[in-house]
């Protein structure tokens, strides 16, 4: 029976939009039910917190709606993102097959920090004063390599993540 299920969950096509914020979004086709994606969900979701076989961990509400993060994070602090990075989405059944419409999206602070130094980077480029009190030619060279290694965080925390999720739910990207 397992290996029907898995046989069925087999991806037909997805698709990649990326914004601004760094948020990617995925459509999945698969052959097969609601409920066989949603068990599948459900194993990564109903895993206790000391498996940290997969690092991957979530939610999946009764609409069909799911949120799966890291479970590594960067602490606890109320009101403030904890993960490196999000996924969101819904398990919708459209005709014989089942679609997943996610949305990955690394910490939010982690893209604002990277937005306030590409402002500081323009500021201190264009000849306005900045509270950076350094010589010139250091911080020209310094905001972008540090913004660099903040996109390089998030590239690769949000890539670890959707590949976990792939690689669970056995699914893979037609290029």
Known sequence: ????????????NSHLV????FNRHYKYHINGTVNDVRNKLAKITENPWSDFSENITGKLNDDNSFKLTH?????????????FAYITGTIK????ITVIYTTLRPNSGIVLFFYIFVVLFLCELVGIHT???APKIFILFFIPFFDLILFGLMFMMTNGLINRFEKILQLQKKE
Not at 1 to 10: D, H, V, Y
Not at 71 to 83: A, D, F, P, T, V
Not at 93 to 96: C, E, H, K, N
Request: proline residues 0%.
């Open 131 to 133: 509270m950076l009190e």
């Open 71 to 83: 479970k590594w994070s960067l602490g606890y602090i109320r009101w403030i993102e904890n993960s």
């Open 93 to 96: 059944q459209d005709g014989d």
């Open 18 to 21: 990326m914004d601004i914020f």
């Open 1 to 12: 029976m397992a290996q029907a299920i898995l046989s069925n969950l087999k991806i037909k």
